[in-house]
């Protein structure tokens, strides 16, 4: 089904450098304990994790159930996220693991959701070329930073907070794209500085 969403594509930064000083069962438990807390803010803001690739998780907003605010629960989860890394990083240090950053990238268009797979694996999926932009989009990020893309800005009702404009060059992208390094939206959800 062709529908209208958002993406929200989340990374660790320099997880796969740490990961060489530490037992792939550590690995895991660290991993599981921040998928966790990340999962709840996901779910409390309608959004629905399509899959987790590596450290990375992959969101869509808007699918399975429509919503016409998807752009603004996208964001609000993101500043959500980022706020949620001190309580994570808390926990870390508390159980001997390294503090963590994150990058998360956004990006709003059509996309084709549902079932996809084979006969012996099928999984809820979503597919376009608005997907890889996000995924360019995250790319781009620093730890702690949310960066949206101009199709997302556009869908905001509320007013956003912007740190900087940047316009870059994404790989495997044509033309240069204007994206927004987000720190806040409306009163209610701002990135803790």
């Not at 869509?60 to 609000?76: I, L, Q």
């Not at 995250?138 to 907070?161: F, Y």
């Amino acid at each position: 089904t062709m529908r209208r969403t958002t993406i929200l594509m989340s990374d660790l930064r320099g997880f796969s450098a740490m990961c060489k000083y530490m037992g792939a069962s550590r690995q895991v438990t660290m991993l599981n304990h921040y998928f966790e807390a990340m999962v709840g803010i996901i779910e409390r803001h309608h959004g629905t994790v399509i899959e987790f690739l590596g450290d990375g998780i992959f969101v869509v907003f808007g699918a399975p159930r429509t919503d016409s605010r998807h752009a603004e629960h996208a964001v609000a989860c993101a500043l959500g996220m980022q706020n949620a890394m001190d309580e994570v990083n808390e926990w870390n240090a508390a159980n001997g693991y390294p503090a963590l950053e994150m990058g998360i990238g956004i990006n709003s268009g059509r996309t084709v959701t549902g079932n996809i797979g084979s006969s012996v694996k099928m999984k809820y999926g979503c597919i376009g070329p608005d997907v890889n932009l996000a995924g360019r989009i995250e790319a781009q990020t620093v730890g702690g930073q949310v960066l949206i893309s101009e199709k997302t800005k556009k869908l905001l009702r509320r007013p956003v907070s912007i740190r900087r404009t940047l316009n870059v060059t994404l790989k495997g992208i044509g033309e240069s794209e204007m994206i927004y390094d987000v720190i806040g939206l409306g009163e209610k959800y701002r990135l803790k500085q």
